[in-house]
T-cell receptor
Framework: DQQVKQNSPSLSVQEGRISILNCDYT??????FLWYKKYPAEGPTFLIS?????DKNEDGRFTVFLNKSAKHLSLHIVPSQPGDSAVYFC???????????????FGQGTILTVHP | DAGVTQSPTHLIKTRGQQVTLRCSPK?????VSWYQQALGQGPQFIFQ???????QRGNFPDRFSGHQFPNYSSELNVNALLLGDSALYLC????????????FGPGTRLLVL
């Protein structure tokens, strides 16, 4: 049961253009969403997150959009740079109890390649 | 500010053996989660430790067990290794209350022959 899906295994973009990575989820209990970037032989690096009470969060070149009715989120990178080439994972979380969060449920990842 | 550290970086074992992986959380964090990442897949949640107790567990057999120490560091133990246990094992740390973001270590690459 894949509760978080990234349907595009790969994305290729020209340097300076916008990269849009998409993610869909099925579990309506998810209320916090995160994007991680992963280089080979390294652990995932946290990029940006969004709470379900918001529909947009921006941090520099990175913007995450959340559409709760469609259970869809996307990560926009503008402008894209060659150093952005990596695997991008979206992840979702639900409160495990009280105010604390438990496990992250990840998508399968999207390989982003930014060409100079 | 030290990030999440894991040891060893690589490990080769044979089927049936046991393995212990170690994790030190980011400074100030008190919660440790473990994930298994198979090739081409996203990380899969194994379990989470807080206050030296297993707080939440994913869909992994009892061969996978863990421990958290008073200094918040953690160990992941896998008994009776199978070929399918070959994967990248990731440790993530976070604060139990007030933050939802988990920060990952570099991982331990386990190969079972």
């Amino acid at each position: 049961d894949q509760q978080v899906k990234q349907n595009s295994p790969s994305l290729s973009v020209q340097e300076g253009r916008i990269s849009i990575l998409n993610c869909d989820y099925t579990n309506s209990m998810f209320d916090y969403f995160l994007w991680y970037k992963k280089y080979p032989a390294e652990g995932p690096t946290f990029l940006i997150s969004i709470s379900s009470i918001k529909d947009k969060n921006e941090d520099g070149r990175f913007t995450v959009f959340l559409n709760k009715s469609a259970k869809h989120l996307s990560l926009h990178i503008v402008p894209s740079q060659p150093g952005d080439s990596a695997v991008y994972f979206c992840a979702a979380s639900a409160r495990a109890g009280g105010t604390s969060y438990g496990k992250l449920t990840f998508g399968q990842g999207t390989i982003l390649t930014v060409h100079p | 500010d030290a990030g999440v550290t894991q040891s060893p970086t690589h490990l080769i074992k044979t089927r049936g053996q046991q393995v212990t992986l170690r994790c030190s959380p980011k400074s100030g964090h008190d919660t440790v989660s473990w994930y298994q990442q198979a090739l081409g897949q996203g990380p899969q949640f194994i379990f989470q430790y807080y206050e030296e107790e297993e707080r939440q567990r994913g869909n992994f057999p009892d061969r996978f067990s863990g421990h958290q120490f008073p200094n918040y560091s953690s160990e992941l133990n896998v008994n009776a290794l199978l070929l399918g246990d070959s994967a990248l094992y990731l440790c993530a740390s976070s604060l139990a209350l007030g933050t939802e973001t988990q920060y990952f270590g570099p991982g331990t690459r386990l190969l079972v022959l």
